[in-house]
Nanobody, 125 residues
Framework: VQLQASGGGLVQAGGSLRLSCAASGRTFSNYAMGWFRQAPGKEREFVTAIRLSGGNAYYADSVKGRFTVSRDNAKNTMYLQMNSLKPEDTAVYYC???????????????????WGQGTLVTVSS
């Protein structure tokens, strides 16, 4: 499956952005999906994941209550609504697809089979 992330940009602290991840090539609804981010000089870290039907979602503690993941299987697209953004949210955000995963394994980059190219989010103070 091919993934295309979009929606990044420059926003002031406290603002909002919505990222999109468009999938093509294979049946989107067969994959668990995740968002990861990587700040300069840091390792890629888990942000959120959503199961096949969208019924279960998991979040990193750092974004819980501020970010919301969703998916529209009819449109082959996953979304990340980011509110109350902070400067520490600045990073390249990547979407990824996994054939399978559990609540714990979906937090690992190694679980994911396919990755998008990333979209840059910059939050100014």
């Amino acid at each position: 499956v091919q993934l295309q992330a979009s929606g990044g940009g420059l926003v002031q602290a406290g603002g909002s952005l919505r990222l999109s991840c468009a999938a093509s090539g294979r049946t989107f609804s067969n994959y668990a999906m995740g968002w990861f981010r990587q700040a300069p000089g840091k390792e890629r870290e888990f942000v959120t994941a959503i199961r096949l039907s969208g019924g279960n979602a998991y979040y990193a503690d750092s974004v819980k209550g501020r970010f919301t993941v969703s998916r529209d299987n009819a449109k082959n697209t996953m979304y990340l609504q980011m509110n109350s953004l902070k400067p520490e949210d600045t990073a390249v955000y990547y979407c990824a697809a996994a054939d399978m995963g559990t609540i714990s394994t979906l937090r690992r980059t190694s679980t994911y089979n396919y990755w998008g190219q990333g979209t840059l989010v910059t939050v100014s103070s």
